[in-house]
């Protein structure tokens, strides 16, 4: 009876750890046929999405291979670009480095050099380079256009235009009609020293006046005046090379 107890008590636990695997493999069961189901429905659309490629002609998938191409190519010229882009800054900070260097401590209110959208401009106050009504240049202005003709000789790819501005304050000299015809012969008297004096070449200069219309400060005070009187040097950007890079893509 003993005996029998015992196995009747295996058995129960026997019974016990069958029905937990059971319930166990029901889940698993009903976890697999959740995922046939999602697998199912995976292959309709897979096959929706077959039956409407099917429909694609040759020549479509011939154009569709091209736009793929020209996506590829078009994204190889951005980075080009921004790679010629990024040199060309480069190279205008070594030139306002190799400018400020030459032309060494020099009151920023006399002289200014920056870059500016790519751009660089060297901002000259007339306090420095003439006298009041003049377009005569000084002897210490000639010292600072020789510094910045040095910079300009080692860089012989550069092409730059020359400014000449003035304030709103009208010409009373004889000489001259107007600020217009003063601003260019400031523009013109500093190309000549650059020209006679420090050997550049012409055909990179370009003399330009602006007169009084593209002011900086107000012309209602002195000091904004005094910041109007400037002769700029730009330093243009090399359009051409820009566009045989165009023409290359």
Same mark, same amino acid.
Request: with cysteine.
């Given at each position: ?7 009747? @008590?295996?058995?129960?636990?026997? +019974?016990?750890?069958?029905? %937990?695997?059971?319930?166990?493999? %029901?889940?698993?069961? *009903?976890?697999? %046929? ?7 429905? @995976?292959?309709?659309?897979? &096959?929706?999405?077959?039956?409407? /490629? ?16 020209? !996506? ?5 010229? !951005?980075?080009? &670009? ?22 060494? %401590? ?6 200014? !050099? ?7 401009? !060297?901002? #000259?106050?007339?306090? /420095? ?8 240049? +000084? ?9 910045? *003709?040095?910079?300009? @000789?080692?860089? $012989? ?11 709103? =304050? ?6 001259? =009609?107007? @600020?217009?015809?003063?601003? =260019? ?29 593209? $002011? ?16 700029? #040097? ?11 890079? /165009?023409?290359?893509?």
């Amino acid at each position: 009876y003993r005996e029998a107890q015992g196995e009747l @008590n295996a058995c129960k636990n026997n +019974t016990a750890d069958l029905t %937990n695997r059971n319930t166990a493999l %029901n889940g698993q069961i *009903a976890d697999l %046929n959740k995922q046939v189901d999602y697998l199912k429905q @995976n292959n309709s659309q897979v &096959l929706n999405q077959l039956k409407d /490629l099917s429909v694609i002609s040759g020549s479509q998938a011939e154009s569709i291979r091209k736009s793929m191409e020209n !996506i590829s190519s078009k994204d190889a010229y !951005i980075k080009d &670009l921004q790679s010629s882009i990024s040199r060309k800054d480069s190279l205008n900070m070594a030139l306002v480095m190799n400018l400020k260097g030459a032309i060494g %401590n020099l009151d920023d209110k006399d002289i200014n !050099i920056k870059v500016d959208k790519g751009v660089v401009y !060297i901002d #000259i106050s007339d306090k /420095l380079l003439f006298k009041s009504g003049s377009y005569d240049i +000084t002897d210490r202005a000639k010292d600072v256009l020789g510094k910045v *003709a040095k910079v300009l @000789n080692n860089q $012989p790819d550069i092409e730059f235009m020359v400014e000449g501005h003035t304030d709103s =304050v009208a010409y009373k000299g004889t000489q001259l =009609v107007d @600020n217009w015809d003063l601003s =260019v012969k400031r523009a013109t008297s500093v190309v000549r020293v650059l020209q006679n004096q420090y050997g550049l070449d012409p055909k990179r200069m370009t003399a330009a006046g602006r007169g009084q219309y593209i $002011p900086i400060a107000d012309n209602s005070t002195a000091d904004g005046r005094a910041a109007n009187r400037r002769t700029r #040097i730009v330093v243009l950007p090399q359009l051409d090379q820009f566009f045989k890079l /165009l023409e290359k893509k």
